[in-house]
């Protein structure tokens, strides 16, 4: 029996955006469609490795249970050498629930690219250990530490291949999946919403109590300066962000002009801060959302796998071969 054409899955960076790869991959796997391989971009590459590792509804409960502060005793902010967030907590969390896999041992195909720091190359890290990967993949230039991954510093990938349509093409993916979270950012950029009170966004406002509880004390007045939850200016870490988004932006409309995608999922982000890993739950519903909004080209491409599977078809096509 003749098989479909293998299907790739590119998933685009997107800082905090990028929980809408989990709502998603969620609608894809509900519709049926399932890929042969995911090559992921920073946030698309860790909601990726974990999607294929069969802890995405362990990653779904840890992202839902993470408020504003609650992320900055996650993040390891430190007095800026090379980089204002180690991480080193947050990817403990995630150890916890994929422990020492390698990428070999995932089920489909897997990439995460970097970016090499020295040379500006495109690194595709196809083995190893995966959390490696993606702490490489995600590694945004000034924010977080760049790693050190088979004697190479790398830093996020974003910056050479954003949406890596054409990793997956090089992988042998004959129909590719793209999904960019850039596509509807431009808009909401300016208002990351991180300025705005807790209750303002629809969550449960913070006591007194909790504000000092969730804020590294070794910091004290400077993180709170690198927060500014509460003033009009744009922070540091907010202006980092958006900077980079802009850059991914034009990154990627140039990557994808001249390698599209034989399908693009595009959700609609634009009122979700770059920052706000807090409002996970809206990214995913939003990600579910731009799944359904292409169905129909979606139903076409799992059409077309249907009908090259089916007994019928397979004679005709081995006769004609």
Known sequence: MTTGPTIGLALGGGIARGWAHIGVLRRLQELGLVPDMICGTSMGALVGGFYLAGQMDALTDLVRTLTRFRMVRLLDFM??????IG???MFRELEKIVGDLQIEDLPTRFSAVASELHTGHEIWLTEGHMLDAIR????IPGIFKPIKVN????IDGALVNPVPVSVCRAMGARVVIAVNLTGDTM????DTDQRKPDAENGLEPYTGEERRTST???LGPAMRQLLAVEQ???NFLGT???SFTILLDRITRSRLAGDPPDVSIVPRMGHIGLLDFHRAEDAIEEGAKAVDRIVPELMEVIGMLARRDSPESAPIQAEAS
Do not use: C
């Open 216 to 218: 590294p004390e070794r």
């Open 151 to 154: 004697g190479r510093w790398l």
């Open 187 to 190: 808009g909401g950029m300016a």
């Open 232 to 234: 009009e200016e744009p």
């Open 79 to 84: 007095v800026p050498d090379n980089g204002v």
């Open 87 to 89: 991480g080193k907590r």
């Open 240 to 242: 980092m962000a958006a």
């Open 136 to 139: 490489a993949s995600v590694s």
